[in-house]
């Protein structure tokens, strides 16, 4: 049964998906708009959490099978209770005492989408490796003349007693330094919904959302913005 999530999800509309790519559209006015479309659902409700056998409320839906060659069996027994495979992608959405309107195996699908005009996007950005101080935190770097040698992207002094007297010389918690940069957790709010697109599973965003093309993202009714 396809479940068009409806009014009674609302105020809490949550839906899986995967970034497609970026295009442009043109508005009423003719103005060329930047979209980002989105591939979501169908989602599959493969668990209904309770109170009583939880501990909290929530459903837990996945999305994009797993093929087969690389299922694995406690998977393919969670999944068998929705008369499924194993998903790629789950995730718990908290119904807040909701769960009782849905059961497993529904399919959550875009239509639900129809009359939201604002989401909130979460992805995974892109992993850049590791990078030095100047590309991940934006320092100046070093003069590029006058006896620099071989240190102009060089971060300086990293600790020293004057730079925090009465809390010794040792190096401060939180100092930017290099490290690895991307691959973390990134929401984006209130990106207008262009368009829906019931027949394709596709959702159109205004603007850029978190990841490369083909990463997987949460679509969330924006909070902020109604």
């Known amino acids: ?17 995967k970034k497609v790519g970026m295009t442009q559209v043109y508005n009423e006015a003719g103005k060329m708009v930047p979209v980002t479309v989105i591939q979501a659902g169908p989602c599959t409700v493969t668990q209904v959490k309770t109170a009583e056998t939880d501990g909290y409320t929530a459903i837990q839906m996945g999305f994009e099978d797993v093929k087969k060659s690389r299922q694995i069996k406690s998977a393919i027994g969670h999944a068998k209770k929705a008369n499924d495979v194993p998903k790629r992608f789950v995730k718990e959405c908290n119904l807040e005492g909701k769960q009782a309107e849905y059961k497993i195996g529904d399919k959550i699908t875009v239509e639900g989408f129809a009359e939201v005009k604002f989401v909130d996007v979460v992805g995974t950005s892109k992993g850049k490796g590791w990078a030095g101080v100047m590309k991940r935190h934006g320092f100046g770097g070093f003069p590029g003349s006058h006896g620099t040698e071989r240190k102009h992207r060089a971060p300086g002094s990293i600790s020293s007693h004057a730079s925090d007297r009465g809390h010794g010389g040792n190096l401060k918690k939180g100092k930017r330094m290099g490290g690895r940069m991307g691959t973390a957790r990134v929401t984006v709010k209130n990106h207008a919904l262009v368009s829906v697109d019931t027949e394709n599973n596709l959702l159109v965003v205004k603007g850029a959302i978190p990841g490369p093309c083909g990463g997987y993202v949460i679509v969330k009714q924006s909070k902020g913005r109604k």
């Open 1 to 17: 049964m396809f479940l068009g999530l409806e009014k009674r999800f609302f105020d809490n509309m949550m839906l899986l998906g």
